[in-house]
């Protein structure tokens, strides 16, 4: 492993959530929109995560250097999905500009599928995760301050 590679991981893993928040805190600024440009209510988004350089295979002979795959090993966001699966909720408001004109739902105003319970969650969450990354990336710099000093 390289010198800065705990440093790079966690850095990964700090950007992934600082776009989490960003998502998240989009999805609440619009958990009452009925109406978007591409027509019909808000659809709540969401980040897919992968892993990177997690194919760490064993070369004959044993060079330490092939295993660090240094800047980039960590996390990196796949994709930004909307979640078109989940339903939002119809509320009967036939005044309001949005309702429903014709047929069985006539009426009815669909709202966002976003719960904002759900998503006070999910910032918590990655609230934490961002500063448990920055725990790792404060505790890979005191370590390296302590081996400098043991070279004095």
Same mark, same amino acid.
């Given at each position: ?45 969401? +980040?897919? @995560?992968?892993? *990177?350089?997690? /194919? $760490? ?5 044993? #060079? ?10 960590? +996390?990196? @966001?796949?994709? *930004?999905?909307? /979640? $078109? ?5 119809? #509320? ?61």
């Amino acid at each position: 492993m390289g010198l800065f590679t705990s440093i790079n991981i966690a850095a990964t893993g700090m950007s992934v959530e600082r776009l989490r928040t960003d998502v998240i805190s989009d999805n609440i600024a619009n958990a009452t929109t009925t109406r978007t440009q591409d027509g019909g209510p808000f659809k709540r988004s969401r +980040v897919v @995560v992968e892993s *990177i350089g997690t /194919d $760490l295979t064993w070369r004959t002979p044993f #060079v330490p250097e092939e295993l660090d795959g240094g800047v980039g090993r960590g +996390v990196r @966001v796949r994709a *930004i999905e909307k /979640d $078109l699966e989940t339903e939002g909720k119809l #509320v009967y408001d036939p005044t309001h500009p949005d309702a429903i004109k014709s047929g069985p739902n006539t009426g009815y105003v669909e709202y966002p599928n976003v719960n904002i319970v759900n998503e006070m969650v999910d910032l918590i969450s990655a609230s934490r995760s961002y500063e448990a990354n920055s725990s790792v990336v404060q505790g890979s710099k005191e370590m390296f301050a302590k081996a400098l000093e043991i070279g004095r």
